[in-house]
């Protein structure tokens, strides 16, 4: 499904505590839920400080995934804009719940006969980490007669249980992006290896972006740095930082979620 016209669609009211019957939480209220948002933000901004950077110039996505769309309400009238999903389905609902007005980041794995309900619902598209997934994107985008934003997904940790395309093969498939029509490849997105420092993560995504950015002028975004990293992601250049759980709370570990 494209852009619902749910026009004019008022917000989900205010959860209170609890977090609504089908999101993780923590029972945080509204409040501490703009605090905590106000918090990352002074985060992110000390953090670009420390290498020169003007934290405004780092984008803020609220990872929203299996978080109720009563707190996402209470996060966009705290003033967040931009949000994240992981599954095509869960997306699709929470455009539904939340009306137009508000940016969506697809985060996850995407199957083929999901393009449909992602392309030209969302901003950006974060995962791309293959050919075929890409002309399937770039083919929807025209039938719908949008430019489709993308970033390619590198496993630059070579993490065998970890999704994206292999760093030696990526600068083949950014150009291969280039060709074609209906997307646009505006940088790279990581998810570094649970298990280890992501810091070398980090700092080879910046390497594999700055000389591809020599080629290929438009490449400006590195989506990279998630809850209990995004301080070395933003020191390393990330344009973009992933948070969901220093936002919303924990999660319950979902299947989902091993996977990608
Ligand atoms: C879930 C997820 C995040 C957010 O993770 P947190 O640890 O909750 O900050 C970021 N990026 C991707 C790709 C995710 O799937």
């Known amino acids: 499904m494209t852009a619902a016209p749910a026009a004019a669609q008022p917000l989900p009211g205010p959860s209170g505590r609890g ?19 106000a918090a990352v933000r002074e985060r992110i901004d000390a953090a670009a400080l420390r290498t ?5 110039d780092v984008l803020l996505v609220a990872v929203s995934k299996e978080v109720a769309a009563a707190r996402v309400a209470d996060a966009v009238r705290a003033g967040q804009t931009d949000f994240g999903e992981n599954r095509a ?30 392309v030209g619902a969302v901003t950006l ?13 770039a083919r929807r985008a025209r039938a719908l007669g949008v430019v489709q934003r993308v970033l ?16 030696v093969e990526a600068p083949r498939l950014v150009a291969q992006l280039h060709e074609l029509d209906g997307l646009r490849c505006e940088g790279l997105m990581t998810v570094p290896p ?6 070398p ?8 972006g700055s000389s591809l950015r020599e080629r290929f002028p438009g490449m ?32 319950p570990p979902a299947p989902a979620e091993r996977r990608t």
């Open 152 to 167: 390619v997904q590198v496993n630059v940790g070579r993490d065998p249980h970890k999704a994206g395309v292999d760093p």
């Open 220 to 251: 400006v975004h590195l989506s990279m740095g998630m809850s209990g990293d995004f301080e070395a992601a933003v020191e390393e250049g990330a344009t973009i930082v992933r948070l969901g759980q220093a936002l919303f709370g924990p999660r």
């Open 52 to 56: 020169g950077r003007d934290g405004a």
């Open 194 to 199: 649970a298990d280890r420092d992501p810091q």
């Open 89 to 118: 389905q869960e997306l699709a609902r929470k455009l539904t719940e939340l009306g137009d007005g508000l940016s969506w980041h697809f985060l996850g794995r995407l199957q083929r006969n999901k393009v449909a309900d992602v």
């Open 19 to 37: 977090g609504g019957a089908d999101g993780a939480g923590d029972g945080s209220t509204a409040p501490e839920l703009a605090q905590r948002l």
């Open 201 to 208: 993560d980090f700092a080879a995504l910046r390497t594999i």
């Open 125 to 137: 598209l974060h995962s791309v980490d293959r050919l075929e997934l890409a002309e399937a994107v």
